[in-house]
């Protein structure tokens, strides 16, 4: 890709390098050179490594990707995973994960939520990781968006995640005080056995009952709601 053009030259062994995994497993071999290139900040090298016609496998981009996360390149991430899906790889959780942790701390909340949308689609599973990752877009976003983050909890909590794994996150948002209404109100809700599932959440109304009203005005859209899917 054009994005990745401006770069040193890779060093001549790396055709070698080439050759020699297209011979073997691909995410197997190329994954441990991957790693030492970045570890040793050769980024062109590693780059070099993931955008060539024949290799490498889901793990090896996983591997960049998470790179991709931690320098908050997110426009880098997504071009990678657009690469990925054109080569008919299909993105493990670990892969949505990744790429929704590096929005996450860019308080890019819409993103994150349409990455949700995607793995919906893709019936790869959505677990605890990625409402975590919404409420940190959620104190990240400018300004932090409060009402929002109490919505992304309503909708975890709806859905039967553990309310304990959400606190830390939402509390930095929320501030401690609201939390803990917020996490009071889940364990009464959790006592509503039988009456929630992933695929038959229950009502706004059912859900937000005996819920203290919030201090941060009318919350943000959910990720259930009719709008959204």
Partial sequence: PKLFAAQSKPHKSMSMVHAQCKDQHASDSVTPLLRDCLRTNNIAHAEALIFTEDLPGI??????????????????ATVLLDFMLSRGLSPTAVTYGTICKAMAFHGQVLLVEDMIKTMTKSKVAVNVYFYTALLIACGKHQPPDAARAERVFQDAVSLGFEPGRLFKALSKTTGASRARELMSWAQRFQGLQGLHTVDKPLSRALMTWGLPPSPSGPSGKSLMCKSFN
């Fill in 59 to 76: 793990k090896a981009f996983n591997v960049m990707m998470n790179h991709y996360a931690c320098e908050g390149d997110v426009l880098k």
